[in-house]
């Protein structure tokens, strides 16, 4: 369990936190998808979404939104939240796109997770959008049940670039972003 020296807190990142974000968003997708894809095409995915140039000009963009989730002021997770164009399968109204949420696996169970989609959630609400959804890799069933658990809804499939591929996503909104689950 977290103890209260271990609170987790969570902050809008800002171009200040770009080089902190890049080294946590290569960690967390080697830990997410190091079972399910060769490292070296996760490590040219995690160049291309977390340069510094990229990440600077996302984190200064009013329309992106980073949060980042922290431990005794030491990063272990993050969310990004953007109003993106939609996919069909996605009906609701005002839709936001959490294009990621991931955690740094010694995390992952201990509340960070939960807290960046409580804050992510309560910024959609705040903020006026009426439908968050958002694409999970098929096979990433913690992912899934975790979605589930915040009233996340399957409403179709898609494929989506992975390198040199393409892989099947689920996609997944809740209508309601109201923060209670």
Sequence with gaps: MITTEEAITIHRATATDAAVLAELGRRTMRQTYGASFAIKEI???AEQRFNLKR???ELSNPQVLYLMATV???PCGYAKLEPTS???AIPGLHPLELVHL????QWIGRGAGAK??????EFATS???ATCWLRVLESNNRAIAFYRRWGFVEVGSDRYPAGETSV???????SSVDTTT
Excluded: E, I, K, W
């Design 43 to 45: 490590d040219h995915v």
């Design 55 to 57: 990440l600077t000009a």
């Design 72 to 74: 005794n002021q030491q």
């Design 86 to 88: 939609t996919p069909d």
């Design 102 to 105: 991931y955690v740094d696996s």
């Design 116 to 121: 960046l989609m409580q804050t992510a959630l």
């Design 127 to 129: 903020n006026g959008f």
């Design 168 to 174: 099947t996503v689920l996609l997944m909104m809740r």
